[in-house]
């Protein structure tokens, strides 16, 4: 008995000392880790590297020559010995004379030979500013069109040259070559389309085509300045928006833009019929194929051959085309026909 009374007071025992260190338990706190700053080093005093100049020349690439084909023929307006490149001013830069644009054609260098001689002008201030081919069929010509900037001169002016291919020649007057083409053309085709032209060579004299007419201008026809200046003076608006730089209809009263409108297709038709009648006068006896274009200078018909011959001999016509599948448009919103054309003006015809 005593033995197990001692055992059970060690049992009680234990239990008290457990519990009693079990509510005298306290939570450690949590460390919060430190982050170690990054050392700054101090800059250093060491200069940058340079490396010296080398005194190598900059590689220059000889011309290529550009294929014949490459280049696509191109209208170009008249051209001077000398023109003013006013649009290059924005550009301004001054070039060393080591300078290498992107090379053209074969036909650059003599191009810059001759104007470096011609006006007196260093080769290496000359720059290519264009090149282009122009095709004379007339008179089996191909001319290359190339224009050189004098980049280290007032106004960088631009010289344009025309070299023909074949024989080497140079010049600069590109409207006489253009009025040279016209002349032969005029001499071989007459007033006729080319391809007409061809067609009619095989062709019976009774043989029927299909032609569009366009009537020259001549004393008794107006012009399209000389239709706007009717109706300036019959519209005061009309003129001060002429004035303005716009068309004579182009004002802010709606109803009267109608109206001015309204009078310039009149007078451009009654102006039209003016120029077509000798035209008409001949073609009378074949009435039934022959439509006058309403507002334009411009007949459709089908005749023989025979007449479109007499036709191309008389004054009052200014070209002879082909018409074949052809829509004509009936609007008028921008009343700028009568640039196709002849402004050539002839004769009253009798």
Not at 154 to 181: H, M, N, W
Not at 199 to 222: C, G, H, N, R, T
Not at 281 to 295: D, F, I, R, T
Request: aromatic share 6%; net charge negative.
């Amino acid at each position: 008995t005593s033995s197990r009374y001692v055992l059970m007071s060690t049992i009680v025992c234990i239990l008290l000392v457990i519990s009693t260190a079990c509510t005298d338990i306290v939570p450690l706190p949590t460390k919060t880790p430190t982050r170690t700053p990054t050392p700054v080093l101090p800059p250093t005093s060491t200069p940058p590297l340079v490396l010296p100049p080398t005194s190598t020349p900059p590689l220059v690439l000889p011309p290529t020559s550009t294929p014949e084909g490459g280049l696509a023929a191109s209208t170009v307006g008249q051209v001077g010995s000398r023109e003013s490149a006013g649009s290059l001013q924005h550009n301004r830069v001054e070039l060393t004379p080591n300078r290498q644009e992107p090379p053209g054609s074969e036909w650059v260098e003599q191009a810059i030979r001759y104007v470096a001689e011609t006006y007196g002008i260093a080769e290496d201030v000359l720059r290519l500013t264009n090149e282009e081919g122009l095709h004379l069929p007339t008179l089996d010509k191909t001319i290359r069109i190339i224009a050189l900037t004098a980049m280290q001169q007032p106004d960088y002016p631009v010289y344009k040259v025309l070299i023909d291919i074949d024989t080497g020649e140079i010049s600069e007057d590109l409207q006489a070559l253009r009025q040279a083409e016209e002349e032969a053309r005029m001499q071989k085709y007459g007033k006729l389309e080319t391809s007409l032209f061809d067609m009619l060579q095989e062709a019976d004299d009774d043989e029927i085509f299909p032609v569009a007419i366009w009537a020259a201008e001549y004393d008794k026809s107006l012009s399209p300045s000389e239709l706007y200046d009717i109706l300036a003076a019959r519209y005061p608006q009309a003129a001060q928006a002429m004035a303005e730089g716009r068309k004579p209809w182009r004002v802010e009263d709606g109803e009267l833009s109608k109206e001015i409108r309204t009078a310039y297709f009149a007078e451009l038709d009654k102006n039209a019929k003016t120029r077509v009648a000798p035209i008409l006068a001949m073609l009378k006896s074949y009435e039934e194929s022959v439509e006058h274009q309403w507002g334009e200078p411009r007949i459709v018909a089908e005749i023989p051959k025979k007449m479109i011959l007499k036709l191309d001999r008389h004054p009052a016509v200014a070209r002879i085309f082909y018409y074949s599948n052809e829509t004509v448009s009936d609007d008028l919103s921008e009343p700028e026909m009568d640039g196709a054309t002849s402004t050539i003006r002839v004769p009253a015809p009798r």
